[in-house]
């Protein structure tokens, strides 16, 4: 009984009674908070509010997939060339660099969200909050990707620079053909990650009523207060591609871990 | 190959690993520098290729006279092979991309010609079998020969070793010292730092001892193992294994 529920040696495998017990437990915790607060909340069910929002639910969710899609593209960009900025050697840049990672990474995306479009979108005449969007998530996220490209460029062994100028590889070529194309694989499952706390990030949009995924559920609730449903197929929205994308993200990490 | 060192000093932050260095070398064929760790072999090594450049002094190499000018160095670093103790290899690429793409990239081959000259040389030393695996599927021994193959690859009219086997396992070693032995007798110029006392003796035709920054010998192979004038020398050579 004890083996049933309790790990004794960490190295050996679980049985697959025990697995199955503790899934079926665990669904049961889970199922008594859901009852509890059913009751609590004198809640009635239904889940017909889904489909009548349907369309909304699409479109929602196809914007957001497409704001952290080209989000994703336009932050590893900034992030190539602020990496350079801070490998590189002309100063101002390297200060620029750092003072965007470090104010980028200091402060709440929510904080950021509303400085860039209450300031910079008034002041540079930015209305189309699609864009606007994009831009805010972008920035957000190049300062992270900055980090990972500087860690993935650290992470070469000096010993590879060395050869690299005696065989009489420019700095130009070293980057390219040697020092990048190992970076790239050796930063991907990082990148993933990026990936995932990208589309869970880009929910914060909703509070500048950008119509992603978030705040059209937040228009669906207010219409008809059927909470409990519109927010469970929200979070089910975000958990459908980040559980993937984690997945992957393990995978690819193993997959480096083998290779090298 | 002909050296000729004067006054040659180099200074790092906390130390001077080379001081008021000078050799004279003219007509040899291969070259080995030996002596106890820290005492200069390697920087010596590294301002001969051209790797680092001399606080002061002047190193004439052959028609080569090394200027510290970066442009100067990068053409003179094309033409020098270099092997270093360990991870000469690009673990991204396999050994035929590991030895064709300095052709390629550095040296203007077409793809074709590059695939060409690998193939010929891996066929030559044996490492045929090799060509499309990436380094961490080959043994350090392997992976020290393809590095050897790459050196040759360039044309280069002199090789130098960094202690190319000093970081094998000594079963491995014999592979890689058999390789270079076998290009000596091809003559390549072969200029080579070790702590490979019976190697030396097999392969020099020059020894120059370094300590503490210094040429304390420089004396042909046959007179610094059989006739040892130097005392440190004599320890040194007391305490290797030949």
Request: aromatic fraction near 12%; glycine fraction near 6%.
């Amino acid at each position: 009984m004890k083996n049933l529920l309790v790990i004794k040696d960490d190295k050996k495998k679980l049985t697959k009674l025990s697995s199955f017990t503790n899934v079926i437990l665990v669904g049961l915790f889970i199922l008594c908070i859901i009852i509890y607060t059913v009751i609590k909340l004198d809640y009635s069910f239904d889940f017909s509010v889904i489909a009548k929002y349907k369309v909304k639910f699409i479109n929602g969710y196809i914007m957001t997939l497409e704001i952290c899609i080209i989000s994703l593209f336009i932050s590893l960009v900034i992030g190539l060339i602020n990496a350079l900025a801070l490998k590189g050697k002309i100063i101002f840049f390297r200060f620029l660099a750092r003072l965007y990672v470090e104010i980028l990474r200091g402060t709440p995306f929510l904080v950021q969200v509303l400085f860039f479009y209450f300031i910079i979108g008034e002041a540079f005449g930015l209305q189309n909050k699609f864009v606007v969007g994009f831009l805010i998530l972008s920035f957000f996220s190049g300062a992270y990707v900055t980090e990972i490209i500087r860690g993935g460029i650290e992470s070469i062994p000096q010993s590879q620079l060395v050869t690299a100028n005696s065989l009489g590889f420019t700095k130009a070529q070293t980057y390219r053909y040697i020092i990048f194309p190992q970076v790239f694989r050796r930063i991907l499952p990082s990148l993933a990650g990026q990936l995932s706390s990208l589309i869970k990030d880009s929910s914060l949009l909703s509070v500048i009523s950008i119509s992603e995924f978030t705040m059209k559920a937040l228009e669906a609730n207010a219409i008809t207060y059927q909470s409990y449903e519109i927010f469970s197929f929200l979070a089910l929205g975000y958990l459908v591609i980040t559980i993937p994308v984690s997945l992957l993200s393990k995978w690819l990490e193993r997959k480096y871990f083998y290779e090298s | 190959m002909n050296l000729k060192i004067t006054g040659l000093v180099k200074e790092y932050e906390i130390q001077r690993a080379l001081d008021d260095f000078h050799l004279k070398i003219e007509n040899i064929s291969s070259l080995v520098i030996v002596g106890p760790s820290g005492g200069g072999k390697s920087t010596l090594l590294r301002l001969l290729a051209g790797l680092e450049v001399a606080t002061s002094g002047d190193i004439h190499i052959n028609d080569n006279h090394i200027i510290n000018d970066e442009k100067w160095l990068k053409e003179y670093r094309k033409n020098v092979g270099v092997v270093f103790q360990a991870y000469n290899l690009f673990p991204h690429w396999t050994a035929m991309e590991n030895i064709t793409m300095p052709l390629i990239k550095v040296h203007g081959y077409s793809k074709e010609e590059a695939s060409e000259k690998c193939l010929t040389l891996l066929r030559k030393f044996d490492l045929l079998e090799h060509v499309d695996k990436i380094p961490a599927k080959l043994s350090g021994g392997q992976q020290q020969r393809i590095a050897i193959a790459r050196a040759l690859a360039i044309n280069s009219e002199l090789l130098m070793f960094d202690e190319p086997t000093s970081a094998l396992d000594p079963q491995l070693t014999s592979g890689v010292l058999d390789m270079i032995l076998e290009l000596k007798k091809e003559g390549t110029d072969i200029l080579m730092v070790t702590h490979e006392m019976a190697f030396a003796k097999k392969a020099a035709d020059h020894i120059v001892f370094i300590d503490e920054g210094k040429a304390l010998e420089n004396a042909s192979a046959d007179q610094f193992f059989n006739h040892p004038k130097n005392e440190r020398i004599i320890e040194f050579l007391s305490h290797s294994n030949c």
